[in-house]
């Protein structure tokens, strides 16, 4: 099920629309700040803060 328009933002990102996912349900593959492009994660310092 893979879909390129996936996102995830941050719960009071205004960009959030469709397939995005909210803070509590980070997938497995979030590794590093590096794989959550929006710049609604630009406010944290680290996976662990989220």
Avoid: N, R
């Avoid at 996936?6 to 397939?19: A, L, R």
């Avoid at 909210?22 to 609604?40: H, K, R």
């Amino acid at each position: 099920m893979a879909d390129d328009d996936f996102s995830i933002h941050d719960d009071d990102c205004e960009k959030q629309d469709s397939g995005w996912m909210p803070v509590s349900d980070l997938p497995d593959e979030v590794t590093s700040m590096d794989d959550l492009e929006c710049e609604c994660w630009a406010e944290y310092d680290s996976i662990a803060e989220i």
